[in-house]
């Protein structure tokens, strides 16, 4: 635990002297861009030489059927720490429907492995420690792009450690089981993403200016509950039904 809170930390006070540096023309939005289009640059390279690799692979070998049961249960252990920060954020409704998810996946659908509670109309609310900041009033401080993980801020970072430090795999006591788990979530995130990553290579003549833009537009209305017409659901493999997202959260 103490190597990643101090890996995050050395992250930060990087970026931060790298900010200190950036000239009075810099992006007010992302004062840290030199850092970060050489973190964006690293991730892209790291992306193309192994993970897309990985990802393609595991998806040509895996049946849908058995990816979309991976992301399932990993989606039930996100529905713990999401019903957690919906109370912290005050919102009764969306804890129970979190809290009802855990139960209903957990006992009928085998440990989460089938998203029993999406069948039964239970909406998700996906809830992670950097909105809960957000909506305590904590700024978002500047954009920042970590290594490996990709886009964030300062504020994102901070409740990246603390989601890290309470995530059920992350605490899992067999170190071969935690390895395991957390390289296959990795891995099926990826997957899931591999058509998205597709239509952005395609559509955007600056891929990181319009990643930052996506990013903050899509953090800013998730902390001040705006609602949108459909919430996009990156957690799904492809030709997937996504669950309907509630009106707001």
């Not at 904590?138 to 792009?145: A, H, K, Q, R, T």
């Not at 990246?160 to 089981?177: E, F, G, I, P």
């Not at 997957?191 to 998205?196: S, T």
């Not at 930052?212 to 459909?230: C, F, H, T, W």
Request: glycine share 10%.
């Amino acid at each position: 635990m103490k190597k990643s809170t101090g890996w995050a930390g050395a992250v930060l006070a990087v970026a931060l002297l790298q900010g200190c540096a950036t000239g009075p023309g810099a992006n007010p939005s992302d004062p840290l861009e030199p850092f970060n289009r050489a973190m964006f640059g690293f991730n892209e390279g790291l992306d193309r030489a192994v993970l897309k690799p990985v990802a393609t692979a595991y998806r040509d070998v895996t049946p849908q059927p058995v990816r979309t049961g991976v992301t399932s249960f990993f989606g039930n252990i996100s529905d713990v720490w999401s019903m957690v920060n919906n109370l912290l954020q005050g919102k009764g409704e969306a804890a129970a429907d979190s809290l009802f998810r855990v139960t209903t996946n957990t006992l009928w659908g085998l440990g989460g492995i089938f998203d029993v509670a999406s069948e039964m109309k239970i909406p998700k609310h996906s809830e992670d420690f950097g909105q809960t900041l957000g909506v305590w009033g904590v700024g978002s401080g500047p954009y920042l792009v970590l290594p490996v993980l990709g886009p964030s801020s300062v504020r994102d970072t901070a409740g990246l450690v603390v989601d890290y430090q309470l995530d059920a795999v992350s605490q899992a006591k067999n170190v071969r089981v935690r390895n395991t788990l957390t390289t296959l979530r990795a891995v099926n995130v990826r997957a899931n993403l591999l058509g998205a990553g597709d239509v952005l290579d395609q559509a955007a003549l600056d891929k990181y200016s319009f990643t930052r833009d996506i990013y903050q537009q899509r953090r800013n209305s998730l902390i001040g509950n705006v609602p949108a017409e459909k919430e996009e659901r990156f957690d799904l493999p492809e030709g997937a039904p996504a669950t309907p997202a509630p009106a707001a959260k």
